[in-house]
C-alpha cells in the first residue's frame, strides 16, 4: 500500500511542476513579446501578415506555410531584432473584421506594412501568391524578394 502512495506522490508532483513549467514559460513569452512591441513602436519596421478566414482550403493552408517558412528563413535577423514583424490574422473574429476595409480583402492575403513611429505609411497586397503556391521555389523568391525591396527604402 506505501508503494502506491509513493508513486501517486511522484505523479502528482511531477505534474505539479509540468505545470509550474508551463506557466512560466507562457509568461517569459509574453514578456519577451511585449518588449519587442514596445521597441517597434518607436521606430521603423516591416509587418508581413497573411490574412485569413476560419475556413480555409488546403491551398490557404499551404499558403500561410509558404510564407511564414519564408519570412523565418530569411529574415531571421530582421525578426529577432523587430524590423520584420511576422504574424497571422484571421479577420472572421469581430476585431479584426476592419482589415477586410482597410486593405481591400477579398480573400485570402499577404500583406506588406511599413510602420514609422507607431503609424503605417504604406503597404501592398502580393497577389501573386496565389498563382505561385504550387511552385515552392519560385513562392520563396518571390516573398523574399518583395520584403527585401521594402528593407533597402
Not at 49 to 64: G, K, M
Amino acid at each position: 500500500m506505501q508503494f502506491i502512495q509513493k508513486r501517486t506522490f511522484v505523479f502528482i508532483a511531477l505534474i505539479f511542476f509540468m505545470f509550474i513549467f508551463a506557466v512560466q514559460s507562457v509568461s517569459a513569452a509574453d514578456k519577451s513579446d511585449h518588449a519587442a512591441v514596445q521597441v517597434q513602436k518607436s521606430s521603423q519596421y516591416l509587418v508581413v501578415t497573411y490574412f485569413h478566414t476560419t475556413f480555409r482550403c488546403p491551398t490557404c493552408h499551404r499558403i500561410e506555410e509558404l510564407s511564414s517558412q519564408t519570412v523565418k528563413a530569411n529574415f531571421k535577423d530582421e525578426l529577432k531584432s523587430g524590423k520584420v514583424v511576422w504574424q497571422g490574422i484571421n479577420v472572421d473574429e469581430p476585431e479584426n473584421k476592419h482589415y477586410n476595409t482597410d486593405y481591400q480583402l477579398y480573400t485570402k492575403s499577404l500583406i506588406i506594412s511599413e510602420v514609422k513611429d507607431g503609424k503605417e505609411v504604406r503597404w501592398k497586397n502580393l497577389e501573386k501568391i496565389w498563382t505561385l503556391a504550387r511552385d515552392e521555389k519560385k513562392f520563396e523568391e518571390y516573398v523574399k524578394a518583395e520584403i527585401n525591396d521594402w528593407l533597402k527604402e
